[in-house]
């Protein structure tokens, strides 16, 4: 099964950029999408991006579509998210998550069963 780990988190000023990066360790197989997801304090997780490990075609929840550019590297089972231009709405922990979600699910909690503990990304003003 997979097992995932975030970096790539930190501090920055609004405009800003940071690329977070997931392994996964545990998997010799592929999951059908790696998504990056989201969570605010005292907000639901959300979904931020996501990618499919076989056409890499991507999905972006629209309020970073522009901004943010999720990618893969299947040698070396790292997943990438380019974050530039950053607010601090993006202010958040941020997660990757692995699963096979259905088209309506790509975006959602739902699709994905394996976790990982997330990395803490702060946008100052």
């Known amino acids: 099964q997979s097992q995932l780990e975030e970096s790539g988190g930190g501090s920055v000023q609004a405009g800003g950029s940071l690329r977070l990066s997931c392994v996964d360790s545990?998997?010799?197989?592929?999951?059908?999408?790696m998504g990056w997801f989201r969570q605010a304090p005292g907000k639901e997780r959300e979904g931020v991006a996501t990618?499919?490990?076989?056409?890499?075609?991507?999905y972006y929840v629209d309020s970073v579509k522009g901004r943010f550019t999720i990618s893969q590297d299947i040698a070396k089972s790292t997943w990438y998210l380019q974050m530039d231009s950053l607010k601090p709405e993006d202010t958040a922990m941020y997660y990757c998550?692995?699963?096979?979600?259905?088209?309506?699910?790509?975006?959602?909690?739902?699709?994905?069963?394996?976790w990982g503990q997330g990395t803490q990304v702060t946008v100052s003003s």
């Open positions: 998550a692995a699963g096979y979600p259905t088209p309506e699910q790509r975006l959602q909690m739902l699709g994905y069963n394996y």
């Open positions: 545990g998997s010799r197989h592929l999951q059908a999408y």
């Open positions: 990618i499919s490990t076989a056409s890499a075609e991507s």
